[in-house]
Protein backbone atom coordinates (compact mmCIF):
# COMPACT_ATOMS: atom_id res chain seq x y z
CA UNK A 1 0.00 0.00 0.00
CA UNK A 2 3.20 2.41 0.11
CA UNK A 3 3.69 2.62 -3.44
CA UNK A 4 0.19 5.27 -3.28
CA UNK A 5 1.79 7.15 -0.95
CA UNK A 6 3.42 9.61 -3.41
CA UNK A 7 4.49 13.24 -2.89
CA UNK A 8 5.81 15.43 -6.14
CA UNK A 9 6.07 18.97 -7.16
CA UNK A 10 7.47 21.14 -10.25
CA UNK A 11 9.23 24.89 -9.44
CA UNK A 12 7.52 26.90 -12.06
CA UNK A 13 9.87 29.55 -12.24
CA UNK A 14 12.56 26.75 -14.00
CA UNK A 15 10.66 26.66 -16.94
CA UNK A 16 10.43 29.40 -19.82
CA UNK A 17 8.56 28.37 -22.82
CA UNK A 18 7.95 29.05 -26.26
CA UNK A 19 4.33 29.50 -27.57
CA UNK A 20 4.94 27.12 -29.50
CA UNK A 21 6.37 24.71 -25.96
CA UNK A 22 3.82 25.23 -24.02
CA UNK A 23 0.64 24.82 -26.55
CA UNK A 24 2.05 21.58 -26.89
CA UNK A 25 2.26 20.59 -23.26
CA UNK A 26 -1.35 21.80 -23.00
CA UNK A 27 -2.42 19.97 -26.42
CA UNK A 28 -0.95 16.50 -24.09
CA UNK A 29 -4.11 17.31 -21.85
CA UNK A 30 -7.91 16.00 -22.49
CA UNK A 31 -9.56 18.84 -23.93
CA UNK A 32 -11.91 19.75 -21.10
CA UNK A 33 -9.31 21.03 -19.27
CA UNK A 34 -7.67 23.49 -21.61
CA UNK A 35 -9.63 26.70 -20.91
CA UNK A 36 -9.02 25.92 -17.09
CA UNK A 37 -5.64 26.56 -18.36
CA UNK A 38 -6.15 29.49 -21.25
CA UNK A 39 -8.39 31.65 -18.98
CA UNK A 40 -5.76 32.71 -17.14
CA UNK A 41 -3.92 36.07 -18.35
CA UNK A 42 -0.55 36.02 -16.82
CA UNK A 43 1.90 33.48 -18.17
CA UNK A 44 2.59 32.34 -14.74
CA UNK A 45 -0.56 31.46 -13.60
CA UNK A 46 -1.39 29.44 -16.95
CA UNK A 47 1.88 27.64 -16.08
CA UNK A 48 0.91 27.29 -12.55
CA UNK A 49 -2.88 25.48 -14.12
CA UNK A 50 -1.19 23.44 -16.64
CA UNK A 51 1.58 21.94 -14.07
CA UNK A 52 -1.23 21.67 -11.92
CA UNK A 53 -2.87 19.39 -14.39
CA UNK A 54 -0.02 17.46 -16.05
CA UNK A 55 1.35 16.37 -12.26
CA UNK A 56 -2.30 15.03 -11.78
CA UNK A 57 -2.14 12.94 -14.85
CA UNK A 58 1.27 11.58 -14.18
CA UNK A 59 0.86 10.32 -10.64
CA UNK A 60 -2.20 8.33 -11.79
CA UNK A 61 -1.11 6.77 -14.53
CA UNK A 62 2.32 5.97 -12.60
CA UNK A 63 0.68 5.05 -9.35
CA UNK A 64 -2.29 3.18 -10.81
CA UNK A 65 -1.00 1.68 -14.34
CA UNK A 66 -3.75 3.65 -16.44
CA UNK A 67 -2.70 4.70 -19.66
CA UNK A 68 -2.90 8.48 -20.11
CA UNK A 69 -5.83 8.80 -22.87
CA UNK A 70 -8.08 6.52 -20.38
CA UNK A 71 -7.84 8.68 -17.55
CA UNK A 72 -11.02 11.01 -16.60
CA UNK A 73 -9.78 13.96 -14.15
CA UNK A 74 -12.68 15.59 -12.60
CA UNK A 75 -13.50 18.40 -10.27
CA UNK A 76 -15.92 18.73 -7.21
CA UNK A 77 -17.79 21.84 -7.25
CA UNK A 78 -14.88 23.66 -4.60
CA UNK A 79 -12.40 22.80 -7.41
CA UNK A 80 -11.04 19.94 -5.87
CA UNK A 81 -9.95 17.45 -8.42
CA UNK A 82 -10.96 13.78 -8.28
CA UNK A 83 -10.42 10.64 -10.10
CA UNK A 84 -13.35 9.03 -12.58
CA UNK A 85 -13.04 5.60 -12.40
CA UNK A 86 -15.40 2.60 -11.71
CA UNK A 87 -12.69 0.05 -11.43
CA UNK A 88 -11.67 -0.40 -7.45
CA UNK A 89 -7.86 -1.26 -6.71
CA UNK A 90 -7.55 -3.59 -3.73
CA UNK A 91 -3.80 -2.42 -3.21
CA UNK A 92 -5.50 1.31 -2.56
CA UNK A 93 -8.93 0.82 -1.35
CA UNK A 94 -9.31 4.27 -1.21
CA UNK A 95 -6.65 6.47 -3.76
CA UNK A 96 -7.06 9.93 -3.60
CA UNK A 97 -5.39 13.04 -4.20
CA UNK A 98 -4.65 17.06 -3.89
CA UNK A 99 -2.90 19.64 -5.40
CA UNK A 100 -1.53 23.35 -4.02
CA UNK A 101 0.49 25.92 -5.68
CA UNK A 102 2.00 28.92 -4.26
CA UNK A 103 5.12 31.33 -5.22
CA UNK A 104 7.44 28.87 -7.86
CA UNK A 105 5.59 25.87 -6.51
CA UNK A 106 3.30 23.38 -8.02
CA UNK A 107 2.70 20.26 -5.80
CA UNK A 108 0.74 16.68 -5.48
CA UNK A 109 0.16 14.34 -2.76
CA UNK A 110 -1.77 10.98 -2.64
CA UNK A 111 -3.21 8.87 -0.15
CA UNK A 112 -4.02 4.80 -0.66
CA UNK A 113 -6.83 4.78 2.17
CA UNK A 114 -6.68 8.43 4.17
CA UNK A 115 -8.10 11.47 2.89
CA UNK A 116 -4.90 13.65 2.16
CA UNK A 117 -4.70 17.51 2.55
CA UNK A 118 -1.70 19.24 1.25
CA UNK A 119 -0.96 22.97 1.16
CA UNK A 120 2.11 25.51 -0.52
CA UNK A 121 2.71 28.74 1.61
CA UNK A 122 5.08 31.47 0.96
CA UNK A 123 6.05 33.22 3.85
CA UNK A 124 5.73 37.15 3.16
CA UNK A 125 7.22 40.03 5.28
CA UNK A 126 5.34 42.44 6.18
CA UNK A 127 5.18 46.02 4.94
CA UNK A 128 4.82 49.16 6.77
CA UNK A 129 4.09 47.13 10.44
CA UNK A 130 6.90 45.31 12.02
CA UNK A 131 6.51 41.41 12.09
CA UNK A 132 5.41 41.51 15.59
CA UNK A 133 2.42 44.25 14.86
CA UNK A 134 1.65 41.86 11.75
CA UNK A 135 1.23 38.88 14.33
CA UNK A 136 -0.78 40.70 16.80
CA UNK A 137 -3.36 41.09 14.16
CA UNK A 138 -3.87 36.99 14.37
CA UNK A 139 -3.69 36.51 18.03
CA UNK A 140 -7.22 35.32 18.83
CA UNK A 141 -6.94 32.61 16.66
CA UNK A 142 -4.34 30.66 18.84
CA UNK A 143 -4.17 29.58 22.21
CA UNK A 144 -2.49 31.18 25.07
CA UNK A 145 -0.08 28.00 25.13
CA UNK A 146 0.57 28.46 20.90
CA UNK A 147 0.78 32.45 21.25
CA UNK A 148 3.29 32.55 24.10
CA UNK A 149 5.74 29.49 22.16
CA UNK A 150 5.25 32.30 19.15
CA UNK A 151 6.51 35.29 20.82
CA UNK A 152 9.04 33.34 22.55
CA UNK A 153 10.77 32.04 19.30
CA UNK A 154 13.52 33.90 19.18
CA UNK A 155 14.44 37.10 16.96
CA UNK A 156 11.93 39.61 15.03
CA UNK A 157 12.19 37.21 11.87
CA UNK A 158 12.19 33.72 13.53
CA UNK A 159 9.02 34.79 15.48
CA UNK A 160 7.49 35.69 12.46
CA UNK A 161 8.38 32.12 10.80
CA UNK A 162 7.38 30.66 13.72
CA UNK A 163 4.13 32.33 12.95
CA UNK A 164 3.83 31.06 10.18
CA UNK A 165 4.65 27.54 10.67
CA UNK A 166 1.84 27.28 13.25
CA UNK A 167 -0.96 29.05 11.46
CA UNK A 168 0.34 27.09 8.42
CA UNK A 169 -0.50 23.79 10.45
CA UNK A 170 -3.42 25.26 12.37
CA UNK A 171 -5.03 26.23 8.68
CA UNK A 172 -4.57 22.27 7.72
CA UNK A 173 -6.83 21.19 10.63
CA UNK A 174 -9.81 23.12 9.73
CA UNK A 175 -11.93 20.22 8.60
CA UNK A 176 -11.60 19.17 12.09
CA UNK A 177 -14.68 21.27 12.52
CA UNK A 178 -13.76 23.29 15.89
CA UNK A 179 -12.72 26.74 16.69
CA UNK A 180 -9.40 27.23 15.99
CA UNK A 181 -8.31 28.48 19.23
CA UNK A 182 -9.67 25.43 20.73
CA UNK A 183 -7.38 23.43 18.62
CA UNK A 184 -3.65 23.41 19.60
CA UNK A 185 -0.66 22.28 17.37
CA UNK A 186 1.97 20.44 19.38
CA UNK A 187 5.64 18.94 17.77
CA UNK A 188 9.15 18.48 18.77
CA UNK A 189 11.08 20.62 16.26
CA UNK A 190 8.25 20.55 13.95
CA UNK A 191 8.34 16.69 13.99
CA UNK A 192 5.69 14.42 15.39
CA UNK A 193 3.15 17.45 15.31
CA UNK A 194 0.13 16.30 17.17
CA UNK A 195 -3.66 17.52 17.66
CA UNK A 196 -5.07 18.34 20.95
CA UNK A 197 -8.59 19.68 21.15
CA UNK A 198 -9.37 21.23 24.41
CA UNK A 199 -6.98 19.10 26.36
CA UNK A 200 -8.02 15.79 24.59
CA UNK A 201 -5.50 14.14 21.74
CA UNK A 202 -6.61 13.25 19.28
CA UNK A 203 -5.32 10.32 17.42
CA UNK A 204 -7.39 10.62 14.02
CA UNK A 205 -5.06 12.80 12.26
CA UNK A 206 -1.40 13.38 10.83
CA UNK A 207 0.65 16.05 9.74
CA UNK A 208 3.73 16.77 8.60
CA UNK A 209 5.76 20.31 7.23
CA UNK A 210 8.95 20.46 5.97
CA UNK A 211 10.52 23.01 2.98
CA UNK A 212 10.19 23.11 -0.29
CA UNK A 213 12.65 25.32 -0.74
CA UNK A 214 13.31 29.07 -1.51
CA UNK A 215 11.50 29.18 1.75
CA UNK A 216 8.18 27.84 0.84
CA UNK A 217 6.81 25.67 3.48
CA UNK A 218 4.81 22.77 2.84
CA UNK A 219 2.09 20.91 4.88
CA UNK A 220 0.92 17.81 4.60
CA UNK A 221 -2.34 16.17 6.55
CA UNK A 222 -3.78 12.79 6.59
CA UNK A 223 -7.88 12.47 8.22
CA UNK A 224 -10.33 10.14 7.95
CA UNK A 225 -12.27 9.90 4.27
CA UNK A 226 -15.59 10.38 6.92
CA UNK A 227 -14.81 13.73 7.20
CA UNK A 228 -14.22 15.13 3.48
CA UNK A 229 -17.10 17.40 2.34
CA UNK A 230 -20.09 16.24 0.86
CA UNK A 231 -19.41 16.50 -2.98
CA UNK A 232 -15.71 14.95 -2.71
CA UNK A 233 -16.91 12.01 -0.14
CA UNK A 234 -19.37 10.93 -3.01
CA UNK A 235 -16.18 10.48 -5.10
CA UNK A 236 -13.95 8.09 -2.78
CA UNK A 237 -14.10 4.36 -3.21
CA UNK A 238 -14.76 3.88 0.63
CA UNK A 239 -15.44 6.25 3.59
CA UNK A 240 -15.70 3.75 6.44
CA UNK A 241 -13.02 1.45 7.39
CA UNK A 242 -12.56 -0.67 10.27
CA UNK A 243 -10.49 1.11 13.28
CA UNK A 244 -6.80 -1.19 12.52
CA UNK A 245 -7.22 -0.84 8.30
CA UNK A 246 -7.49 3.33 9.24
CA UNK A 247 -4.33 2.81 11.91
CA UNK A 248 -2.52 1.20 9.14
CA UNK A 249 -3.50 3.67 6.35
CA UNK A 250 -2.76 6.70 8.84
CA UNK A 251 0.92 5.21 10.40
CA UNK A 252 2.10 4.20 6.24
CA UNK A 253 5.51 6.01 6.48
CA UNK A 254 5.45 9.48 4.76
CA UNK A 255 7.57 10.37 1.60
CA UNK A 256 9.43 12.94 0.78
CA UNK A 257 8.64 15.08 -2.43
CA UNK A 258 10.55 14.35 -5.38
CA UNK A 259 11.63 17.75 -7.51
CA UNK A 260 10.34 17.33 -11.10
CA UNK A 261 10.47 19.44 -14.57
CA UNK A 262 7.89 20.12 -16.57
CA UNK A 263 10.41 18.53 -19.36
CA UNK A 264 10.31 15.36 -17.01
CA UNK A 265 6.08 15.31 -16.99
CA UNK A 266 6.44 15.83 -20.75
CA UNK A 267 8.30 12.98 -21.92
CA UNK A 268 6.37 10.44 -19.69
CA UNK A 269 3.22 11.42 -21.97
CA UNK A 270 5.33 11.17 -24.82
CA UNK A 271 6.40 7.63 -24.09
CA UNK A 272 3.04 6.73 -22.91
CA UNK A 273 1.86 7.59 -26.50
CA UNK A 274 4.45 5.97 -28.41
CA UNK A 275 3.63 2.36 -26.30
Known amino acids: MEEGVERRAVDISEWNPTSHQFSFAVSLLPQHHHSSVTRFVKMEDRKRALE??????????????????????????EGKPYLESDEVNPEFPNFNFNTSHH????????????????????????????????????SQYFSAWEWNCIVR??????ILVEFYRKAFVKAMGTGLAYRLDNVEFHHTKWTNIYVNMNGEFKNG??????ELGKGQLVSIARGHPRLAAGSYKRTLERVD??????????????ASFKLLTVEQLVAGFEADVEL
Open 153 to 158: AGTSDE
Open 103 to 138: GDYVAIASEPLCLVVLDIVSPIIPGKETNLEFIQNF
Open 241 to 254: FREEEYQFGLHLPN
Open 205 to 210: WRFWLS
Open 52 to 77: SRLLQYALVHQALGIPFHQIIVRRTI
